[in-house]
């Protein structure tokens, strides 16, 4: 299992933008307060799915089918990975399994979260990797 961080701090300032004439414009960060951070790109077909986990909710522990992430949006809660070791996770942090890796997550508080499913992508490419 692989954990990433999109938080602010983990993102760049807007810092421009571009018109629906294709005119790039620039913006000053300071004024925007937006700091984007990106999650996921992907060539080739892919799902995106929003979990709603209530409080004292799971999901059970099964292979993923092909490479997966777990974002959550809001709230708190764990995520294991093949070792079955409880991870603490919390909003602005991912989760990816490989393909056929047996994961499960769980929550005492609730949780929503996108969970990405694609063919092939590297979720480093776009964020920070967290140790734990």
């Known amino acids: 299992m692989r954990i990433f961080s999109f938080d602010a701090n983990s993102g760049r300032p807007l810092t421009q933008w571009r018109d629906v004439q294709g005119r790039n414009h ?14 996921f790109m992907s060539e080739v077909g892919s799902r995106f ?10 999901i059970p522990r099964h292979p993923a089918h ?3 992430l777990f974002v959550v949006v809001e709230g708190s ?21 490989e393909p056929g890796e047996a994961h499960e997550s769980g ?3 609730g949780m929503k979260v996108i969970i990405v499913e694609c063919e092939k992508f590297d979720p480093g490419q776009m964020m920070r990797e967290v140790k734990f």
């Open 49 to 58: 799915a929003c979990f709603h986990i209530g409080a004292g909710g799971f």
């Open 77 to 97: 809660g764990w995520v294991c990975g093949d070792d079955g070791r409880k991870v603490p996770i919390q909003s602005g942090r991912a989760a990816y399994w």
């Open 107 to 109: 929550t005492d508080k």
């Open 66 to 68: 092909g490479p997966q």
């Open 26 to 39: 620039r913006v000053d960060p300071k004024a925007s307060k937006t700091v984007i951070s990106p999650i």
